[in-house]
T-cell receptor, first 115, second 109 residues
Framework: DVKVTQSSRYLVKRTGEKVFLECVQD?????MFWYRQDPGLGLRLIYF???????EKGDIPEGYSVSREKKERFSLILESASTNQTSMYLC??????????????FGPGTRLTVT | KQEVTQIPAALSVPEGENLVLNCSFT??????LQWFRQDPGKGLTSLLL?????REQTSGRLNASLDKSSGRSTLYIAASQPGDSATYLC????????FGAGTRLTVKP
């Protein structure tokens, strides 16, 4: 079974803190994604990565950065957390090849509260 | 830009009923469509994936259909159970992946 794990289920941080959210997958997937999910807005893509050290901006990258030093690990960084970044953060991974199904597998999510 | 719509936003049914959840999308140039289940406060669990060349996929009591030309997919749940209560999301994979806002299903005992 594909397994995508996230470092924390719940996090509470203060405004201005630097926050790291980590995601690890064990299926040798090329692609990894970070989404945030907010009521009424659905899932929105923050960043994705299609290879080690490669990254692409999604729909809402402002206030976030990412790091992918190893294939299995994709980190989301909030450089200076703000209250409007309180959200559920979801990591996902998938294969990248044209012959694959592109099926995305999700982690359990991290509920981040910024006070 | 692909837009994905799910109707209804919420649905409440008695146990045992068969039901259909709807998903529509605006751009038919897709690789696949995926249905997910999300329990409160949890991540997404993949239920079914339909490739663009397929018309339907089945898993147990679930059947998903895809009509790419009309931009529609349905998720059919047979003999619903209280354990089916969750939010169901569809996602369409084109150049990127776009998600619907979900249908919140409640199955009452």
């Amino acid at each position: 079974d594909v397994k995508v794990t996230q470092s924390s289920r719940y996090l509470v941080k203060r405004t201005g803190e630097k926050v790291f959210l980590e995601c690890v997958q064990d299926m040798d997937h090329e692609n990894m994604f970070w989404y945030r999910q907010d009521p009424g807005l659905g899932l929105r893509l923050i960043y994705f990565s299609y290879d080690v050290k490669m990254k692409e901006k999604g729909d809402i990258p402002e206030g976030y950065s990412v790091s992918r030093e190893k294939k299995e690990r994709f980190s989301l960084i909030l450089e200076s957390a703000s209250t409007n970044q309180t959200s559920m953060y979801l990591c996902a991974s998938s294969f990248a090849s044209a012959g694959s199904s592109y099926e995305q597998y999700f982690g359990p999510g991290t509920r981040l509260t910024v006070t | 830009k692909q837009e994905v719509t799910q109707i209804p936003a919420a649905l409440s049914v008695p146990e045992g009923e068969n039901l259909v959840l709807n998903c529509s999308f605006t751009d038919s140039a897709i690789y696949n469509l995926q249905w997910f289940r999300q329990d409160p406060g949890k991540g997404l669990t993949s239920l079914l994936l339909i490739q663009s060349s397929q018309r339907e996929q089945t898993s147990g009591r679930l059947n998903a259909s895809l009509d790419k030309s009309s931009g529609r997919s349905t998720l059919y749940i047979a003999a619903s159970q209280p354990g089916d209560s969750a939010t169901y999301l569809c996602a369409v994979k084109g150049n990127d992946m776009r998600f619907g806002a979900g249908t919140r299903l409640t199955v009452k005992p």
